[in-house]
């Protein structure tokens, strides 16, 4: 038998799947396959929302660059605004405790906090910010230890749907990401700092770890702030980068991407890890309920929703004694 095949004894829908099949196999340069294996990054401009001015030059960077805002600072919502009209992601950047005991500020959540309490505060936080996108952690190196504090956080962010979690990581030992994958919420975590040291020299170094990390390991989140320093490193690079081979991207798209390519875990595995880590065990069962935007706990001998708007329980006041979880 011949080796060949005849094309003319072929069907006209089997020569038409091998022509798709040879162009695929072509792989013409700049086709949308080699686009999708770009190494990406992402950047998000942290500690938005006290200076105006700094704050609209930040905006003024070209490319999907990401702004993380403090919650209740005199110039959130302008700027917010402002990045929105631009294209850009809002992010609300939650303070949260840290072991420096350093002050909050308005917006900010403890571990003295119980289920209630965070997720009122948190649902002011995102009332009080338009257009956002996502959330992350403003400082937190002592409550992002806490599986419980991150548990609730991400079981609110999750009820409330369309909402990212980024991990700024200021602890190493953070189980913030962790928490979030397990309940489910698309998130990811910073890779590298631009501006720990405040000068243009060790920025731009900063920034090609950044795209040595990316060409690397295909994806590469960094944090900077409004400085001046920051953002001449920034206008310079950003428009350079399609000449190092790196696509700049929005941060929901680095956090699909990261998803992509990480195995999914087998759903017992998950409720291994989720036990080992002590990551829902204040409640039997939680269902969500997006049409109602509420969140029904159910424990023993007890029901009760919250609204995923207010984080108010319906006729329910705490009072001295009560369960603090």
Known sequence: ???????????????????????????????????AQQPQ????????????ESGLKAVALSGPVAYAFLPHTPHAAELAEAAHRNGKEVILHIPMQSHSGR????????????RVDLMRVVSADL??????????????????????????LMDLLRIRGNLFF??????????????????????TSRDVFLDNELNQGSISRAFERLLRIARRRGTALAIGHPYDETLA?????????????????????????????????????????AKKAGVGMDYRRVHFIPKRQSITITRPGRQHQINAQTAEEPGHQRRAGDDPR
């Open 103 to 114: 002050r909050l500020g308005p917006g900010g959540v403890t571990t003295a906090m119980n």
């Open 166 to 187: 980024v991990d700024s990581r200021t602890t190493r030992l953070s189980t913030a990401l962790e928490v979030a994958q397990q309940r489910g919420v698309p998130s």
């Open 127 to 152: 009332r009080s910010l338009p257009h956002v996108s996502g959330v992350s952690n403003h400082m937190g190196s002592l409550l992002t230890l806490q599986r419980k504090s991150m548990g609730w």
């Open 1 to 35: 038998m011949s080796a060949c095949v005849d094309r003319r004894a072929l069907l006209p829908a089997q020569r038409g799947i091998i022509a798709i099949l040879l162009c695929l196999l072509a792989g013409a340069p700049g086709s949308s396959l080699q686009a």
């Open 41 to 52: 990054i992402s950047i998000i401009i942290d500690d938005m929302g006290n200076q105006r």
């Open 233 to 273: 490193v920034l206008a310079y690079m950003i428009p350079r980068l399609e000449d190092h081979g790196v696509h700049l991207v929005p941060v929901a798209t680095l956090i699909r991407t990261r998803e992509s390519l990480r195995p999914p875990m087998p759903a017992a595995a998950r409720f291994r890890a």
